[in-house]
Each structure stands twice: as C-alpha cells, then as structure tokens.
C-alpha cells in the first residue's frame, strides 16, 4: 500500500526548502565566521525591558532537560556573587544586555528581565517529527497562553527534526505575526556538530568534555537556547545586530564565536568531571558559548 503525503504538509515542505535557498540564515562554521565582516547595528529593533517566555515542550522531553533550561531561565537575572559562584551566568547575560548600548541614541543598557510565564506540554507529536516554520507558528499561542509579546521557546525532544537544525544552524530564532520565537532540539544522534564538546563529532578538534547536569542533551540544548536568545533578543527581526558574510550567510552575537567557550582551558569541576564556564541558580553549572563584544571586536568569554 502507498502512503499518501497530504497536500498540506507537501505545500509546507516546499516552502521551507525555498525559505532556506533564499532567506538569509544564521550558520555557525568556524572558518566564515572568522572570515566574516565585525558584527555591527542594521537599523532594526532589540528586544528588552521585562521579557516574557511561553514554552512549548514538543514531545516527552527528559525531567533532566526541562530542569537544565528553566534553571538557565533563573539563572539570567539571579546575582549572587560570592567565591563559589563566580563567573556567573548573570555577567554573560549582561553582555548580551550590553547590545542596546550601541544603538544610536541610546544611553547605557537597561536590564533585560527574563521570566517564564507558562509552560505547555505536547508530548504526542501533535505537528509530526519535522519542524518547519508552519507548524512553530501553530504553537505559538499555546506556548504563551495567548499573551501578546511573549517569546515563544519551542523545546523539541530528541528524534524531532527542527528546520534548518542541521543546515548550518544550531538553533533558530525569528518572529511570526510580530510574535518573536527560538526553537531548539537534541542534536545529539542527528546532528553531532552541534552537540560538540559534549558529543564526538567529525571535523571538532579536543577533548570531548563531561556535561555538568551528566546528560549531553540536556547542557547541549542549553548551549543552544543561549546563542538562540542571544540573537533573538539582539537581532529579533534579522535587520538589528548581525554580520554579512558570502552569498545569504549571516552571523549573530554568539554564532560569529562558533565553539569558543573560553580564553584558556575550559575548567573542570574537581568533583564531577564536569566541563563549565558559569555557574547560576542554586550552584547549577552550565557551558556558555562566547559572545562577540561590539567594543573590542573580539569574541569575549566568562573566562
């Protein structure tokens, strides 16, 4: 017996192919993105103030990821400097805060105050196991309960495919009907590249490195959500804060750093063998990718 594709979902795949032949798409290889032009201000609007998240959990997302992800959440706004917390997720934070400064006419860098506001669960794949744009925007007003200008986060479980995941992106941001969102799954089995340095992948060079939660999908898709926010909140429309490259390549606030976490020797917790850079909410650890620093045009680390 044939299987027959309805026309719907044929219509969809079709147009994510042409978005991603013509629309310009934020990649993270190492060797353009060294080659590319400084990150710099195009004119467009940032996201700031008060920050509200809605989260779409897509599929039965492991009780160790949701709690990795909503620690970040806490971790963003949680100052708490003592000897044993430091460098903290907060400071990396602020140097995403530290975009606005550079808008033409602005004076200094207000906080940009993060909260998680709802939480939904969509455990049986209700939109299949490919995410394309299509079937993000369905999401969007079950993820912030119908509250305008909330970020939508979609958390897709491992075995879903995200649109433009393994084509150079790691994570996808963007905004649908003015509604702003990020998107990130486990790229673990699918898409290796993405889960360095906490999963082998070909063409990474050192060491493959211990997840501070000990489940690789769960830092990794945390590393993804930071670069993804990142460039949300610093290029929300794609027409803010970015870097041209060849052809329709641009870069953004972290993927112009691809794989650089720190200025020396990632750090090793002594006790669990845990790769980190940060430290946030309750002592939770995380790994945090670089952010290209406007003033120095340089990728600047916690560390």
């Known amino acids: 017996?044939?299987?027959?594709?309805?026309?719907?979902?044929?219509?969809?795949?079709?147009?994510?192919?042409?978005?991603?032949?013509?629309?310009p798409v934020?990649?993270?290889?190492?060797?353009?993105?060294?080659?590319?032009e400084p990150v710099s201000y195009h004119g467009g609007p940032l996201l700031g103030g008060f920050l509200r998240v809605g989260i779409a959990w897509y599929g039965p997302i492991p009780r160790v990821e949701r709690r990795a992800i909503l620690s970040f959440f806490r971790s963003l706004n949680t100052?708490?400097?003592?000897?044993?917390?430091?460098?903290?997720?907060?400071?990396?934070?602020?140097?995403?805060?530290?975009?606005?400064?550079?808008?033409?006419?602005?004076?200094?860098?207000?906080?940009?105050?993060?909260?998680?506001?709802n939480q939904a669960f969509l455990q049986d794949f209700p939109y299949g196991k490919v995410l394309i744009k299509d079937f993000i925007k369905a999401m969007i007003p079950t993820a912030t309960a119908g509250v305008p200008n909330t970020l939508t986060l979609v958390v897709a479980s491992k075995g879903?495919?995200?649109?433009?995941?393994?084509?150079?992106?790691?994570?996808?941001?963007?905004?649908?009907?003015?509604?702003?969102?990020?998107?990130?799954?486990?790229?673990?089995?699918?898409?290796?590249?993405?889960?360095?340095?906490?999963?082998?992948?070909?063409?990474k060079e050192g060491q493959v490195m211990m997840p501070p939660s000990?489940?690789?999908?769960?830092?990794?898709?945390v590393k993804l959500l930071a670069g993804g926010l990142a460039g949300a909140v610093t290029?929300?429309?794609g027409d803010a804060f970015y870097s041209s490259a060849r052809g329709n390549r641009f870069y953004e606030a972290t993927s112009k750093c691809p794989d650089i976490f720190t200025s020396g020797p990632i750090p090793v917790d002594p006790v669990s063998g845990a790769a980190y850079n940060a430290i946030g909410d309750k002592g939770t650890k995380f790994l945090l990718p670089a952010i290209w620093d406007l003033k120095t045009n340089s990728c600047w680390t916690l560390l």
């Open 214 to 221: 000990g489940d690789p999908g769960a830092d990794v898709m």
């Open 79 to 117: 100052i708490t400097p003592t000897a044993e917390n430091i460098p903290q997720v907060a400071t990396w934070w602020n140097k995403v805060e530290s975009y606005q400064e550079s808008v033409p006419g602005a004076v200094g860098a207000p906080k940009i105050t993060v909260k998680v506001v």
């Open 160 to 203: 879903v495919t995200v649109a433009e995941m393994c084509a150079g992106s790691c994570a996808q941001h963007g905004e649908i009907d003015n509604q702003t969102y990020v998107a990130v799954g486990n790229p673990v089995e699918e898409c290796p590249e993405c889960a360095w340095p906490f999963v082998m992948s070909n063409g």
């Open 1 to 23: 017996m044939v299987d027959i594709v309805p026309k719907h979902l044929l219509v969809s795949f079709a147009l994510c192919v042409f978005i991603l032949l013509i629309l």
């Open 26 to 36: 934020a990649f993270s290889n190492n060797n353009d993105a060294e080659e590319a």
């Open 235 to 237: 290029n929300p429309m």
